[in-house]
Nanobody
Framework: EVQLQASGGGLVQTGGSLRLSCATS????????IGWFRQAPGKEREEISC????????YYADSVKGRFTISSDNAKNTVYLQMNSLEPDDTAVYYC??????????????????WGQGTLVTVSS
């Protein structure tokens, strides 16, 4: 069974930092791109970062570029999102997802597309 467990959210002041973790199991971690999405109240879910575990390439949305860093620990099957210089506009529920790069993987059980449960990040002004 594919599982993604997101954690690390919390309440932080403007300018502060948090590190999110996405612990995964049930699939070959090295074969896929894993990333982070967020959904703020009243807004659509948006992709903010993605890392390919096959070649290490990364993607960042303009809104987080230079402030957030995605990384991957293949030994722990875990992806991290280090978030620095947090702003009130970063307040959202953060989700991890596999795959995050638009790859379509068809399995006997259907399209492979799995999300973590979300972790809430609140940035106070």
């Amino acid at each position: 069974e594919v599982q993604l467990q997101a954690s690390g959210g919390g309440l932080v002041q403007t300018g502060g930092s948090l590190r999110l973790s996405c612990a995964t199991s049930g699939f070959t971690f090295d074969d896929y791109a894993i990333g982070w999405f967020r959904q703020a109240p009243g807004k659509e879910r948006e992709e903010i970062s993605c890392i390919s575990n096959s070649d290490g390439s990364t993607y960042y949305a303009d809104s987080v570029k230079g402030r957030f860093t995605i990384s991957s620990d293949n030994a722990k099957n875990t992806v991290y999102l280090q978030m620095n210089s947090l702003e009130p506009d970063d307040t959202a529920v953060y989700y991890c997802r596999v795959p995050c790069d638009g790859t379509v993987v068809v399995t006997p059980g259907g399209i492979f597309d799995s999300w973590g449960q979300g972790t809430l990040v609140t940035v106070s002004s």
